[in-house]
């Protein structure tokens, strides 16, 4: 059996996060023995049935160190007298001198927690996000020597500063991330002559057992029936990448005589001041502000819906979408979407072909692609089985999660078996 790997992750189990738990679950099943890091607590009431199919094992770190402070002074007493404490030491202090921030102090005590809890059997540490938990992974390798490895995404990569992504570059074994956008990006600032060995695109894909389509409803609803209303859907957390003030502006453009509802389905920040908006534009009785929901109840309203719609922008710090799940899944029922033109989005949808495209933080032009597609059935009919198609053949999650197993030295032999290279 290979040794086993910590997964740290920044929360655990996230319903936000299905994509995680989908790669711990296939590489858990390809023969990796993966044991998860949590450095928070979980928040979400409910759980993906994907969570009940993991086996790990979930070690949860001190959230805040004041709350366990004898566990994080015991941490330490360990830590100081390793070998590798000096040089994780000044590696955090190096840090702190450019990041003078509770939380960078809190990450330094949580990998001496970690350092201190961590089986010996474990021998390799993997981050999900290159931000807090790649942090942690960092200080732990150095003060045990082990090594590390990460999967970056999105918010991760876009809003730690330049310094920070080149020097954890270097510290690291290797490195995936879920878009070409995002690879082009690491790969320039990873250490010269090993960049392409360094970081690789990886994509999440989608599980097409677990999201399996079923034949489309045969109603042609076109807006003009106010009983029958083109039914629209939104899925993502309430936060400023995620457009959804641009859409509440969109839907308010569209003409009266156009019938249509909107659901939305995701939790967040954001979420009283959005339906403040919407009452404002005279759009509360049309919007069904729902939550967050579970995968089986997120899967429901993509086959009851006509059209989904994400108007993901940048947001003021440089957060953006990497490319969402939430397009995947909508596309693997057959469901037309309309985008925005925002980070790795166009290497999912081709305007025209496979979807719909516009440019983001533009209310009328999404307005626009809205209108049209809910007064033509057939168009939506014609793009939403173009972006199957294509999510079948170039997105399949088995494709890619092999991929991901070769990474962990994972590979298979003649009748399918996971064996270590």
């Not at 030491?89 to 990450?107: E, G, I, M, T, Y």
């Not at 290159?130 to 990460?150: M, Q």
């Not at 939550?291 to 309203?301: C, K, R």
């Not at 693997?332 to 719909?356: F, H, K």
Request: net charge positive.
């Amino acid at each position: 059996m290979p040794p086993p790997i910590a997964f740290v992750l920044k929360g655990y189990p996230r319903l936000s996060e299905t994509f995680i738990a989908q790669e711990i679950l296939e590489l858990e099943r390809r023969g990796l023995d993966i044991r998860i890091v949590s450095l928070r607590q979980p928040t979400d009431r409910k759980r993906h049935p994907v969570h009940a199919d993991i086996k790990a094992p979930v070690l949860y770190l001190p959230e805040y160190l004041h709350q366990e402070p004898l566990r994080v002074w015991r941490a330490w007493r360990r830590g100081r007298r390793r070998p590798g404490y000096v040089a994780a030491r000044q590696c955090w202090l190096a840090d702190l001198k450019r990041d003078r921030s509770p939380n960078r102090v809190r990450r330094f005590g949580q990998a001496l927690v970690l350092a201190a809890e961590l089986d010996d059997e474990v021998r390799g540490l993997h981050a999900h996000f290159l931000h807090t938990p790649a942090s942690v992974a960092r200080y732990t390798a150095l003060l045990t020597d082990r090594n590390w490895s990460c999967s970056a995404h999105a918010k991760d990569i876009w809003t730690i500063p330049e310094w920070e992504k080149r020097e954890k570059l270097a510290a690291l074994d290797w490195l995936v991330t879920c878009s070409r956008v995002a690879r082009d990006h690491l790969a320039a600032l990873a250490p010269a002559g090993n960049a392409r060995e360094t970081v690789r695109l990886v994509y999440h894909g989608i599980d097409l057992d677990r999201f399996k389509a079923l034949p489309r409803p045969s109603h042609l609803r076109d807006g003009r029936d106010p009983g029958n209303p083109v039914q629209l859907l939104s899925v993502g957390r309430a936060v400023a990448k995620k457009g959804f003030a641009d859409l509440i502006d969109a839907l308010a453009a569209l003409p009266d005589d156009l019938h249509w509802r909107l659901v939305h389905i995701g939790g967040g920040p954001l979420a009283g001041k959005l339906r403040r908006r919407a009452r404002r534009a005279g759009l509360a009785e049309r919007i069904d502000w729902r939550g967050a929901e579970s995968q089986d109840e997120v899967l429901a309203a993509y086959r009851a819906a006509d059209i989904f719609v994400l108007a993901s922008r940048i947001a003021r710090n440089g957060d953006r979408d990497g490319l969402p799940n939430v397009l995947l899944e909508a596309q693997s029922q057959g469901l037309a979407c309309i985008a925005t033109e925002v980070s790795a989005i166009p290497e999912l949808i081709d305007d025209g072909t496979t979807g719909r495209l516009v440019p983001a933080q533009q209310p009328a032009a999404l307005a626009a692609a809205v209108g049209e597609l809910i007064g033509d059935p057939a168009q939506r009919h014609r793009l939403g089985e173009a972006g199957r198609r294509r999510l079948r053949e170039e997105f399949s999650h088995h494709v890619w999660i092999d991929r991901l197993a070769a990474r962990f030295g994972l590979t298979r032999d003649a009748d399918g078996t996971a064996i270590r290279a």
